[in-house]
């Protein structure tokens, strides 16, 4: 079946620009999390969102940031008046259940904030 | 936080060559998990280990759960070049509010010579 899907693949935008990241889960999976990738580094966790829970948000790095998971499937990351150091990978991950957590990653969006 | 130190950050093998990476903590985790990211990609999911002790194979993979929970082991035999990329080992400890969220290795970059 199709794997998880993420758009746009490239963002490139100005700083103080508001961007909107979506997420399309893989269908069925009620786990959905978001982590964010720099240049070289490992991945850092974001937020994470079970079924109808509320959403894990403690990695988010500050207030401009927040993601919404909409009928519990598709996922958008939002990242308000966008700063240089917002640029890295975006990776939105999904997965069928808590206690087996074989989270499975879409190809990520690379945003770069000039 | 939770860290793992991944190592070695890097190594470079003829083909043919076996592999040897680690990862450690200084938490239990109960779940240790080794990614695979080619460039452009999201992380692939190489092996998952559940219990403390288990060595699990994929192919020419293979990886540990150390006795103690915090460090887990991967190897590589025989390399072919399509064994480059970079290579994330996560864990995950399991239970509790912070169910769901993984914690990444800096990776380990492996570059394969014909």
């Known amino acids: 079946g199709a794997g998880v899907s993420q758009s746009p693949s490239n963002k490139v935008t100005e700083k103080g620009k508001d961007v909107e990241l979506r997420c399309d889960p893989i269908?069925?999976?009620?786990?959905l999390y978001w982590y964010r990738q720099s240049l070289g580094q490992g991945l850092e966790f974001l937020i994470y969102?079970?079924?109808?829970?509320?959403?894990?948000k403690s990695g988010l790095p500050s207030d401009r940031f927040s993601a919404e998971r909409t009928g519990g499937s598709v996922s958008t990351l939002t990242i308000q008046r966008t700063q240089q150091e917002d640029s890295a990978v975006y990776l939105c991950?999904?997965?069928?259940?808590?206690?087996?957590?074989?989270?499975?990653f879409g190809p990520g969006t690379r945003l770069l904030v000039l | 936080g939770q860290q793992l130190n991944q190592s070695p950050q890097s190594m470079f093998i003829q083909e043919g060559e076996d592999v040897s990476m680690n990862c450690t903590s200084s938490?239990?985790?109960?779940?240790w998990l080794w990614y695979k990211q080619d460039p452009g990609e999201g992380p692939v999911l190489l092996i998952a280990?559940?219990?403390?002790?288990e060595l699990t194979s994929n192919g020419r993979l293979t990886a540990q759960f150390g006795i103690t929970r915090k460090d887990s082991f991967l190897n590589i035999s025989a390399s072919i070049p399509s064994d480059v990329g970079i290579y994330f080992c996560?864990?995950?400890?399991?239970?509790?509010?912070?169910?769901?969220?993984?914690?990444f290795g800096q990776g380990t970059i492996l570059t394969v010579h014909p």
């Open positions: 991950a999904s997965s069928s259940r808590t206690g087996k957590e074989t989270q499975y």
């Open positions: 269908s069925g999976h009620t786990a």
């Open positions: 969102f079970q079924g109808n829970s509320a959403p894990d």
């Open positions: 938490s239990i985790f109960n779940t």
């Open positions: 280990l559940y219990k403390a002790g």
């Open positions: 996560a864990g995950h400890p399991g239970g509790g509010t912070s169910y769901g969220k993984l914690t």
